[in-house]
């Protein structure tokens, strides 16, 4: 059975089993949530009463709260935690897959790893790759994709990595392994509803909530609560209910154990949804090599793939975005934010009603390629006319921090420290936090790691 062969696998695994890149990609990817988390403290759209609410919640303070200078007790951490996951949309992502692989796990595994007793770097980084692999496969695996049908599927997905993550730190055997995925089958839901809701932030706050139910799930498995075996491949199971059972499961034991594919994360140089950074790098780059003015431009065509439609449509809602997390998921906005100030870096979306940008995108218009599918969803092309008839155009198959053209990790750990100071509580010495995150391995305890954040 599906299921059970996922439990085995995550309940076998070892640190000594991960391959070299994949403990420098886990490394890497925690190092980033780590810096995204941080900044969305202190500007994270929705994510203040989620922090409030940990405040409030009485109880041990055991687990901290990322950037907001204090502990609470360790569900309501991780919930508070997981809003700040995604909120900034500035952390990695699987270019071809509806998944964000890391953003629910990495709240469930700092909070346990402070929480629980004797939790090792390498305890970590084992929890994390085995999550973010399982995230990423179930991604791949699907044939059809669960938004056609009214769900969301990125925090659906990452509810069961994240269950995967805990299962490991929790030390759960395989029977409660299968009734931890069935649990959270009974939770991990996300309607793609709001999508057409301007005002709303539950696309910025939504892995809050996988995160919650996955530590949830986790805890009452290992108490004994008793769920089912086959959460994946059932009749009444994932795949069934969010995609009608169009997958493919051998996508998933592939090389299972041997392969691990956080290390084919792409690392985000800019805050917004992956599929705007093809057409951002090209409006870049195009802007600073011709030496173009935003006044000079007549129209732009975008030309993508069917997952980015839902970046440019509705398109009134995509060319004058309401919140922050709208203009995060909007070619229009993006491309001419990039286009008017040269730049895309978190101050871009604290400004929604700058009006050259605005103009300028009601200048864009969107095509799609033939052909093109969810492998090819970071993909993109932008056509740039000009009003005296100029025209030029660049491709960008495989936007920067995609694994064929990474961020440095010079970069990174800038990234690190620019995110550090925006956290809603002072860090203290973001540059050397970010290399201890980058040596988590060599931990022996990580209480004092984590409770500096």
């Not at 969305?40 to 041990?60: H, K, V």
């Not at 010079?410 to 973001?430: E, H, I, M, N, Q």
């Amino acid at each position: 059975m599906l299921t059970r062969a996922v439990a085995r696998h995550v309940v076998a695994l070892r640190f000594e089993d991960l391959t070299a890149e994949a403990v420098t990609a886990a490394k890497r990817s925690l190092l980033d949530a780590v810096a995204v988390s941080l900044a969305a403290s202190g500007i994270g759209e929705g994510c203040g009463p989620f922090t409030e609410l940990a405040r409030d919640a009485g109880g041990r303070p055991e687990a901290t709260v990322l950037g907001a200078g204090f502990k609470a007790p360790l569900a309501a951490a991780v919930l508070a935690n997981g809003a700040l996951a995604h909120a900034l949309d500035f952390e990695d992502a699987l270019d071809g897959a509806p998944v964000h692989p890391n953003a629910a796990s990495t709240p469930v595994a700092l909070a346990l790893a402070e929480t629980l007793p004797g939790v090792t770097g390498r305890d970590l980084i084992t929890a994390l790759a085995v999550g973010c692999d399982l995230t990423c496969r179930l991604g791949l695996a699907l044939q059809v994709n669960p938004d056609d049908f009214g769900f969301y599927p990125p925090p659906i997905l990452s509810a069961f990595g994240a269950v995967a993550t805990a299962g490991k730190l929790l030390k759960l055997d395989e029977r409660a392994l299968l009734d931890a995925f069935a649990l959270v089958l009974n939770q991990a839901v996300a309607s793609a509803e709001f999508k057409g809701e301007p005002a709303s932030v539950i696309r910025a706050v939504r892995d809050a909530f996988p995160a919650q139910a996955a530590l949830q799930s986790a805890l009452l498995a290992s108490k004994g609560v008793r769920g089912f075996d086959t959460a994946l491949e059932g009749k009444a199971g994932l795949f069934a209910l969010y995609a009608r059972g169009a997958y493919d499961p051998e996508v998933i034991t592939d090389r299972l154990g041997a392969r691990f594919y956080g290390t084919q994360l792409s690392l985000k140089p800019w805050p917004s949804c992956r599929g705007t950074h093809a057409f951002i790098e090209a409006a870049l780059t195009l802007s600073a090599r011709n030496g173009l003015k935003p006044t000079e431009i007549e129209a732009l065509t975008a030309t993508g793939g069917p997952v980015q439609v839902m970046l440019v449509e509705p398109a009134a809602q995509k060319q004058a975005p309401a919140t922050a997390i709208d203009a995060k998921f909007s070619i229009p906005f993006t491309v001419a934010a990039a286009l008017v100030r040269g730049e895309i870096t978190l101050e871009t979306f604290e400004n929604l009603t700058d009006p050259a940008v605005l103009a300028l995108a009601r200048k864009v218009s969107f095509v799609q390629a033939p052909g093109a599918d969810m492998r090819t969803a970071a993909s993109g092309a932008l056509d740039i006319r000009t009003t005296d008839g100029r025209s030029f155009a660049m491709a960008v198959p495989e936007p920067l921090g995609a694994p064929t053209n990474p961020m440095t990790e010079r970069a990174l750990v800038a990234k690190f420290v620019a995110c550090a100071g925006y956290a809603a509580s002072p860090v203290t010495d973001a540059a050397g936090l970010a290399a201890r995150l980058l040596a988590v391995d060599e931990e022996a305890d990580l209480k004092g790691l984590i409770g500096s954040l």
